[in-house]
């Protein structure tokens, strides 16, 4: 047998006390002279018997009741040698500590940071100085990717802050399982010490290995409730100055209150520009629409803010939206240009057109537009067609008018590469548009009333459109017999535009329509690429800057915060003509930024914290167990730090036979048979 607490055992000494009290307190009896005393000696006799039995019996409990009590608090056990946190020989063990934003929450002993920290000395303390250490936590920094002794984990312990990073959970086992296994011939031990948030807690994807014995210590915190700005986008795709902006702001109510009159605001550069109420239902959350009129081009930051104590790192949404004067489009013509699309773009100052021969193409310049019309080409080549998809893969958009007597086999060959619907045959007759898609957003506001006898578009022959594809398509104008005369089919936010027949006036009155503009100004218009609004502080976010006006300038990109206070020159990486920055945890600060290089700006960035951590649900440690059972992690196991301080679980498993409750039951029998004997005396 041993004890957990051997040092209460000093306690023993306490049986001193009732032995003493019996000694000494021995009743003294006085002679009284009586005529006749033989009953009363007989009496006097029987007395004296039964009570010197029951000082002895009432002695032996009280002994007994304070060597229970002493057992009890030094806590017996027979321990199972086949199953210690501390075993013979050299041990390496990995303390992952929880850093993330929950871990800013009070705990029982304060900081939940600050316990965890406490619990990670705790449990180093328990092992030898021969044995090696490796500290882990959310950042994942080089630093703590080695084995150290015990005095330099401790100093590299007191270094660990609150950081921005948040990581599943199985990642960081996973981690401190592979460090682990570089130690060969040592027992080897994890310890997980977190608050165990559930939304981290991806126990199926936990590492199994036998070798390696895994303790997970959870942490409870003292608050759940939080109120955060989830993400927003954008209504409308088109940002143009003068114009009425709408910002979708969705916030998440994770609590189990309803929070009333939250006020969301949203800042320019630094000025407010709206403000708005919203009430959102207990752990549910709401879209709040916020208006703004886009003053001029160029790059705005913007911020959208909530006040929501205490819990504030995810109460900022930083975003920047950045536009361009003008917007350029490629028109690839087989001889000469389309003349009704070449004066529609002419001497404008929002959108320009580049016109290029199909024999003649620079497909380095793709990149600097954002719509692409393929005018009337004889051929798909395989060059052309390869170089197409790529424009459609960085989102820009397409527009195919065939030509009269094209090769049918390559655009077929190629449009089906592409995945849009191809041109299947040639149908030589006359044939007039009877149904226009109004409801498309190619034709937002163009009809402020659909007329029944608006003119419609003749033809006076066509190419037929397959239907066997297999992407998405949309008709948005069709003949009277069903055939399509215009369609799109979009891959992720790619639209290719297909038209059905050439745009001539000899073929087709479309081109002197009034429907005619619209259609064609709106598929440029809404192929503005605008650069993502926001990032999120995450392992390895790319942020791609192809988009970026002169962005062929840029060679040595240097992020600087948008107050000038800090900067720092991420890694600049060109992949198939992609240009792209790499922030590798260079920064841990929301906000925005600017990309800068010798003091000129080529865009903004925006950074923000991730939500990962906003959803303050934990898991308690009788859940843990379950899940642990539910998905066979064997190796896994749970220290309860709310029943049992850490020490003790170095001296104990859960299949060691204690005898507490036995200790208890009998201190309670003692108390009792004690309790009657004074009671009848």
């Avoid at 002695?59 to 321990?79: G, K, N």
């Avoid at 038209?499 to 100004?521: R, Y």
């Avoid at 992609?578 to 841990?588: E, G, M, R, W």
């Avoid at 859940?623 to 220290?639: G, P």
Wanted: glycine share 4%.
């Amino acid at each position: 047998m041993h004890f957990i607490n051997p040092f209460y055992l000093f306690g023993l000494l306490a049986i001193a006390i009732p032995i003493i009290i019996h000694l000494f307190n021995f009743r003294r009896f006085k002679k009284v002279y009586f005529t006749n005393v033989k009953f009363l000696k007989e009496v006097e006799i029987s007395t004296k018997k039964q009570n010197k039995l029951r000082n002895r019996i009432i002695l032996l409990t009280r002994i007994l009741s304070i060597i229970f009590l002493v057992l009890l608090f030094a806590q017996p056990y027979f321990p199972n040698n086949e199953d210690k946190l501390v075993e013979k020989g050299q041990n390496a063990v990995v303390v992952i500590v929880d850093n993330s934003f929950s871990m800013q929450n009070q705990g029982k002993q304060g900081r939940l940071l600050d316990e965890a920290k406490q619990n990670a000395k705790e449990i180093v303390e328990q092992y030898n100085s021969n044995d090696v250490f490796l500290l882990q936590t959310m950042d994942m920094e080089g630093r703590h990717q080695q084995f150290v002794n015990k005095d330099k984990f401790v100093e590299l312990l007191n270094q660990v802050e609150i950081s921005p990073s948040s990581k599943f959970n199985s990642k960081l086992i996973k981690r401190g399982y592979d460090l682990l296994n570089t130690k060969h011939g040592f027992n080897k031990r994890l310890f997980f010490v977190s608050d165990l948030q559930s939304s981290g807690f991806d126990y199926p994807n936990f590492p199994k290995d036998s070798t390696i014995k895994t303790l997970l210590v959870p942490l409870k915190a003292n608050n759940i409730d939080n109120l955060f700005v989830d993400s927003l986008s954008f209504a409308d795709p088109i940002f143009q100055v003068g114009q009425n902006i709408v910002l979708n702001v969705r916030i998440v109510n994770k609590s189990e209150k309803k929070a009333e009159k939250v006020a969301v605001k949203l800042f320019l550069n630094n000025k407010q520009h709206s403000v708005s109420s919203v009430d959102i239902d207990k752990n549910q959350s709401q879209i709040v629409k916020l208006n703004f009129t886009l003053e001029e081009h160029g790059i705005q930051h913007g911020r959208v803010s909530i006040i929501d104590n205490p819990i504030i790192f995810d109460d900022d949404f930083f975003f920047t939206l950045q536009t361009s004067p003008k917007l350029e489009i490629l028109s690839i013509n087989s001889n000469n240009s389309n003349p009704y699309i070449s004066r529609l773009f002419s001497n404008n100052n929002e959108i320009g057109i580049n016109n290029m021969n199909e024999k003649n193409i620079d497909f380095n310049d793709f990149d600097k537009y954002s719509f692409i019309i393929l005018n009337e080409l004889s051929e798909f080549s395989t060059g052309l067609v390869s170089e197409i998809s790529r424009f459609r893969e960085q989102d820009g958009d397409i527009l195919i008018i065939p030509s009269s007597n094209l090769n049918l086999e390559s655009f077929q060959k190629g449009m089906q590469s592409l995945g849009i619907p191809y041109f299947s045959e040639l149908v030589s007759k006359p044939n007039k548009v009877s149904i226009i898609n109004h409801h498309n957003k190619l034709y937002k506001g163009v009809f402020s009333q659909m007329l029944d006898n608006i003119e419609m578009p003749n033809t006076k022959e066509y190419y037929k459109l397959s239907s066997s594809t297999q992407t998405s398509r949309e008709s948005l104008m069709k003949f009277q017999n069903q055939d399509d005369f215009l369609l799109v089919s979009q891959k992720n936010s790619s639209k290719a535009y297909v038209f059905a027949t050439n745009l001539n006036e000899e073929n087709t009155d479309f081109v002197k329509q009034s429907l005619f503009v619209p259609t064609i100004w709106n598929m440029a218009l809404f192929s503005q690429v605008v650069p993502l609004p926001y990032f999120f502080l995450e392992d390895e976010v790319q942020i791609d800057i192809s988009k970026l006006k002169d962005v062929n300038r840029l060679n040595v990109a240097e992020i600087v915060s948008s107050d000038k206070s800090f900067s720092f020159i991420p890694e600049l990486r060109k992949t198939n003509r992609i240009k792209s920055l790499l922030i590798h945890n260079q920064t841990n600060k929301a906000g925005n930024y600017n990309i800068e290089q010798e003091g000129e700006v080529f865009g903004g960035l925006s950074l923000n914290y991730s939500r990962m951590e906003s959803d303050l649900s934990f898991l308690t440690p009788n859940n843990v167990v379950s899940e642990l059972k539910k998905h066979s992690l064997e190796n896994y196991n749970v220290i309860d730090t709310q029943k049992q301080i850490i020490a003790s679980y170095f001296k104990k498993t859960e299949n060691e036979n204690r005898v507490s409750i036995f200790l208890l039951i009998l201190l309670l029998v003692c108390i009792s048979v004690e309790t009657y004997l004074l009671l009848k005396k």
